[in-house]
């Protein structure tokens, strides 16, 4: 699939998103910037190109149906009665989650889980994976861009084909 119509089946799917997700604002080139800095100084890998295209110009992040891609902010949902936090792709990167696992690879970016997956990029593969949540080590899907990425796990979960 082109980038573009991957891209645009991306703003489509996002729209079609009811009231309850969280959809943060997109990021800035400063925001941008802060965040590279901040993977930088922990030794960690900057954010590939398409994935900033998607902060900067689809959106800042998502929070849905048990799904979380990470943007450049910790942003709380005000309208949550237990006051979620959606959390920056840094804060994730670096100290992983407590539960699951602890640093994953120096290569990988932690962006985004679900109840079942973990979802990392590769940058020596230069994949968008979701990995199995139990065994982190297990990767069984992969895509060559986040907009494929998202097409699938999000699209997937409301039954989009592409």
């Known amino acids: 699939m082109e980038p573009n119509e991957a891209r645009k089946i ?94 994953i690879e120096t290569d990988c970016i932690y962006f985004g889980r679900s109840d079942e997956e973990v979802f990392t990029y590769n940058t020596e593969t230069k994949k968008y994976e979701a990995r199995d949540l139990s065994d982190i080590s297990f990767v069984y899907e992969a895509h060559d861009t986040i907009y494929a990425f998202i097409n699938a796990v999000v699209g997937g979960r409301l039954g989009y084909n592409n």
């Open 10 to 103: 991306t703003e489509k799917i996002l729209a079609t998103l009811d009231h309850s997700a969280m959809i943060p604002r997109v990021a800035t080139d400063a925001d941008i910037a802060q965040c590279n800095a901040d993977l930088e100084s922990l030794g960690l890998p900057l954010l590939p190109d398409d994935y900033v295209s998607f902060l900067q110009s689809t959106c800042g992040g998502l929070a849905w149906n048990g799904i979380e891609i990470y943007g450049t902010d910790i942003v709380s949902d005000p309208a949550s009665s237990r006051s979620y936090q959606l959390m920056d792709i840094v804060t994730k990167t670096d100290e992983g989650d407590d539960r699951y696992w602890e640093r």
